[in-house]
């Protein structure tokens, strides 16, 4: 695989880390408040459970006032005031829906009791002298405040506010209509509640129901009761065995969280780190793409160190290669002047001239060819460490530079309607790539270069066909390999084409050998400039 070649990313499905993360901090802000949410959700079922038990006291203490209505009212006419506005009454049932909640706004503390100017007729005070012991004993176990309220509001049983009327107060009002009304309000205590109690509301309001006690659509009366609900801590604490659950089932979330930070997050990061320290004690050589990354930057992290591990071993097989030849072509020479510089040196006087002349010539010639192989090595190494400049060319300038150069060696370029296209290529580099080419072709017995041009995507394809002797089938995979040459006894070195390569990687551009029946022919991918124009 080429060194700059990306590895395939997985077509796994993945998540965003922003986006797990942003998971992860919602339902951390989502758990107080939705304890919170929980909180006054259970307080206000307190507050509607006060309701339905109030309400259930009224039912009774309202049976049991019409009881004594029939048993002590002994005129034809029927008791009570008339309510012409409510329907006939049926046998069927009618349940008193509770209606308070802790969403509806908190009224001010009941108002105090008012003077009448008519006390309440006697039928209305003899009831509420023969309820009244049923109505302490109802406080006893109930703790509710009760109290009868005749048919115009006046108390007519309770502990206190006895002869007072009640009728100005609205959930009385309401009654005294026919119609059942409660009420959350302020309650008032003489001490302070503990600074715990403070979360709660249901610490600090006192129910109040008006139920009133109607008759064949005459309103006899009113049962006023009202409770503070039960504290939440309170109860709670009373509970505390299912509170337990709902704690251990936040507690699982808390953990899954951890887990799903854990298993996205930390997992493949510590796998990661894993590998890379294999790699560090020689027990792995490439550094493999996590098979479950989850999340889509984990994977892009995976791949680029991934396809990093891959280009720095291909970098290391390179040098590897590329000292071994380096060293076989230096070293071929260089024991061939060292025995002719050995024998030169053992038979001074006795060597004839010729011989001497001929280990002479081989010394220089030796000598200029790892003069010619350093330059090559110095240019090759310059092409591999080449950083793209922001220059640009054009293709018949460059040609045209050239063109009598190699008339004069016999070379011939052949070309018509190149495009003046501007190239994302300095000008340098471009005329070293087409030296090299041009050099290829005189090498191998060419006269004639023809150049032809053709844009694909964004590149110009550049293809320099020669009538040369060619390329045999057994070397063309091995043409573009550092050292390979065929004309190693005529001053070869093997890398023009490898520096050819080098420059053209470093601006985007590639080369390539493709199929031709005479000579060769090199096709040459040159990047366009994003300012590119026809000249």
Known sequence: MPINAQLPMSNRRLFRLRNILLIVMLMVLGLPLGGLYFFRIYENELVQQTERELISQSAVLSADFRQHVRNLHHEDSAYGKILPSL???????HPVIPVLSLVNPVQPPRPAAQPVQIPADE??????EIMRPVIADTQRITLSGIRLLDMNGTVIAGNEDVGLSFADISEVRRALDGHYAGTIRQRLSDEPPPPLYSMSRGANIRVFVAFPVIEDRHLQGVIYVSRTPENILRHLFEVRKKVFVAFSILLGLV????LLVSATISR???????QTERIKQGEQKLLESLKNPVTYEIAQLSESFASMSLALAERTDYIQRFATHVSHEFKTPLTSMQGALELLQDHPDTMPDGQRRRFIDNLLADTQRL????NRLLELARADALEPSRQDSHVPAAIIAL????AERGLQLHYSNLPGTTLAIAPDALEIVLINLFENSLQHA????????GFHGNTLQLSLQDNGTGVSPANRNKIFIPFFTTRRNSGGTGLG?????????AYGGRIELAESGQGALFVLSLPLSSRSKVF
């Open 87 to 93: 329907p006939p009454e049926s046998d069927t049932y």
């Open 268 to 274: 493949p990061i510590r796998e990661l780190i894993r």
């Open 446 to 453: 060419a006269d004639r270069v023809e150049i032809t041009s």
């Open 403 to 406: 063109q009598s150069r190699y």
């Open 497 to 505: 084409l490898e520096i050819t390569h080098s420059l053209l990687k």
């Open 255 to 258: 953990v899954s969280l951890v």
């Open 371 to 374: 003069k010619q192989l350093v």
């Open 123 to 128: 039928l209305a005070q003899h009831i509420g």
